[in-house]
């Protein structure tokens, strides 16, 4: 078992877009292993490498008792919405209401490099989505309204986990703030 740090609100990785995976062999199937542990441990829902420091588009989900990952997702999500409280594992013990699409079709591969495709609504395609997100450099706060963002912005300022290390932030180029979603 290999538990790996993860990485926080304000860390540069986490605004970094991930490099395609184009080399399926062992270190990959250790990468995999590392994020699956790593987010069981938090416990977490789903869990994508820039957030234990790895840029590469891969990410592991445990939703509804299924364990799985998906190396360079594509998505195709539905127009009907979901809306919902949202939590991150890099912004820990805070959670804010966010719209998503309420289905989504994902193709990518497996960590052998077959083709895999994942499709899920409700809270499978809200992972699958925020951890997409997160191989773009996206962080959840981002797709928040103005004023749910402000929330979203003092709360982090506010918690434990910041105050002691406060971070450079960097709001992301992909970011929907001031924008209606």
Known sequence: MSIKDIRLFGDPVLRTAAAEVTDFDKQLRVLVKDLEDTML???GVGLAAPQIGVGLRVFTYWVDGVLGHLVNPVLDLSDDEQG?????LSIPGLAFDTR???SVVAKGQNMHGEPVVL???ALL?????????HLDGVLFVDRLDTQARREAMRAIREAEWFADNPPEVRISPHSTFGRAM
């Open 41 to 43: 441990d938090a416990p």
């Open 84 to 88: 919902g409280p949202e939590g991150c």
């Open 100 to 102: 998503r699409a309420l």
């Open 119 to 121: 499709e899920g609504t």
């Open 125 to 133: 395609a809200r992972c699958v989505q925020h951890e997409t997100d």
